[in-house]
């Protein structure tokens, strides 16, 4: 069994900063790619970040110079920066994982729950 769980998501005022966390745990016997996804109301779920193994990293270009991702293949943790934030990007932010099973070797994608965002004065 694998789970990813997010943390860190909250209200902050435009121009400010959060951090979120994902975990991933569970029979993981290695991990590729792991990433941040959101979604607004209405809207459909789009990458915001992602990053490999190795540490490269792809970004949408609404969030370039704004968010950084990075990852502790140690603690098997993905995080997001989120610098100067704008009303345009509250929304629900999902933790994705590309992770290979201890149990059968076999690579499937993971979400967790997903964390709220939300940008307000």
């Known amino acids: 069994q694998v789970q990813l769980v997010e943390s860190g998501g909250g209200l902050v005022q435009p121009g400010g900063s959060l951090r979120l966390s994902c975990a991933a745990s569970g029979t993981i016997f290695s991990i590729n790619t792991m990433g941040w996804y959101r979604q607004a109301p209405g809207k459909q779920r789009d990458m915001v970040a992602t990053?490999?193994?190795?540490?490269?990293?792809n970004y949408a270009d609404s969030v370039k110079g704004r968010f950084t991702i990075s990852r502790d293949n140690a603690k098997k943790m993905v995080y997001l920066q989120l610098n100067s934030l704008k009303p345009e990007d509250p929304a629900v932010y999902y933790c994705?994982?590309?992770?290979?099973?201890?149990?059968?070797?076999?690579?499937?994608?993971?979400w967790g729950q997903g964390t709220q965002v939300t940008v307000s004065s």
């Open positions: 990053i490999t193994s190795s540490g490269w990293t």
């Open positions: 994705y994982s590309n992770i290979r099973r201890r149990s059968d070797r076999k690579w499937g994608d993971y």
